[in-house]
């Protein structure tokens, strides 16, 4: 038993990305990373997972970005950077 997914869920307001691997293991054995955002959660998680398998070694990662950081993300403004450059030239030369 020695599997791989990866599941993308595109939200209003965030992305949320699983990855989950599986290997061979006597006993069920579950490792699991989550965003701190979404900790509270980990219990739900821990069962769903639990009333699918019986066993194995199971490391489940969650990554969560809101839309919130994506869209405060840099961004450069040729224009402006631009516009900045000329009034440089122009104070240095005055």
């Not at 989950?20 to 701190?36: A, D, F, G």
Request: charged content about 25%.
């Amino acid at each position: 038993m020695t599997a791989f997914v990866q599941h993308e869920s595109q939200l209003e307001q965030s992305r949320l990305l699983w990855e989950i691997r599986s290997v061979n293991h006597r006993y069920l054995e579950i490792s699991m990373r989550l965003p701190e955002e979404l900790r509270s959660a980990e219990m739900i998680f821990r069962e769903t997972i639990k009333a699918s398998l019986n066993r194995g070694r199971i490391d489940a990662v969650l990554r969560y970005q809101s839309a919130e950081s994506s869209a405060n993300s840099p961004e450069l403004n040729l224009d402006t950077i631009n516009q900045l450059m000329a009034w440089s030239r122009t104070v240095q030369t005055s």
